[in-house]
């Protein structure tokens, strides 16, 4: 059974997760972040910096309070 998290901002990094829900903002649907979407956290800037999210072949910075909304369970 897959493991919950809050939300990708505190998941571990190096790890693949499937998106269960995300903020009503239109730039993570162009950003190809959406429910049941595939990301892999690769790591996380201290101090309330970004996240970095590899989707696809490309790489992503999201910020904290952004990244703080969207929750994901780990791949299987």
């Not at 997760?17 to 800037?45: F, M, N, T």
């Not at 309330?48 to 791949?75: N, T």
């Amino acid at each position: 059974m897959s493991q919950f998290y809050e939300n990708i901002y505190v998941a571990p990094n190096d790890t693949d997760y499937v998106v269960e829900s995300v903020p009503d903002a239109a730039l993570l649907a162009c950003l190809g972040i959406y429910p049941q979407s595939v990301v892999r956290k690769s790591h996380c800037y201290k101090l309330g910096g970004p996240v970095i999210l590899h989707i696809s072949s490309r790489k992503v910075a999201v910020g904290k309070d952004l990244a703080s909304q969207i929750l994901v369970r780990e791949a299987e």
